[in-house]
């Protein structure tokens, strides 16, 4: 467990669980900050005040390891600002991603208490995440991807 409270840019904890296979150790690097890199261009409405990179190495190899079967678990405090949005309209809130490749998804939020300003995120990949207060509910979508399973049965 991550806990990143006195004198981090904002309150947040990051939980790292062990690797699924068993395997060895683990490094883990957080970066906080309040802006988004220049070269990334947000699109009209989207602002961005909490932004949290994240690495893991495999302590073996220390090879950069982007994906994690169990994920990890990041709480994030909102300030008064993001709470005053979320209770006005919790959907304006986002996790957005950023990728490798550059592009920017919004990831689903698994928990979002505007009382308590608290937003909890399941991380399966890990890399470049922001928080975000977003001007309408749908200034960026979720990315959908649709798996076409083979039929069942002999026909």
């Not at 495999?58 to 405090?77: R, S, W």
């Not at 928990?111 to 300003?117: E, I, K, N, P, Y």
Request: glycine share 10%; charged share 15%.
């Amino acid at each position: 467990m991550i806990d990143r409270t006195d004198g981090a840019p904002f309150p947040m904890t990051l939980l790292v669980p062990p690797p699924a296979d068993g395997g060895g150790g683990q490094v883990v690097r957080v970066q906080q900050d309040t802006a988004v890199p220049t070269a990334l261009a947000l699109p009209a409405g989207v602002a961005v005040a909490k932004v949290v990179q994240v690495d893991v190495y495999d302590l073996g190899t220390g090879a950069l390891v982007h994906h994690h079967a169990p994920p990890l678990t990041v709480a994030v405090q909102l300030d008064g600002a993001e709470e005053a949005v979320c209770r006005a309209d919790p959907a304006r809130i986002a996790l957005l991603h950023v990728g490798d490749d550059g592009a920017l998804a919004r990831y689903p939020i698994a928990s979002l208490d505007c009382a308590t300003g608290i937003l909890v995120a399941v991380l399966p990949d890990t890399s470049f995440y922001a928080v975000a207060t977003l001007s309408h509910a749908n200034t960026v979508t979720y990315r959908y991807i649709a798996i076409r399973l083979p039929k069942n049965g002999g026909g």
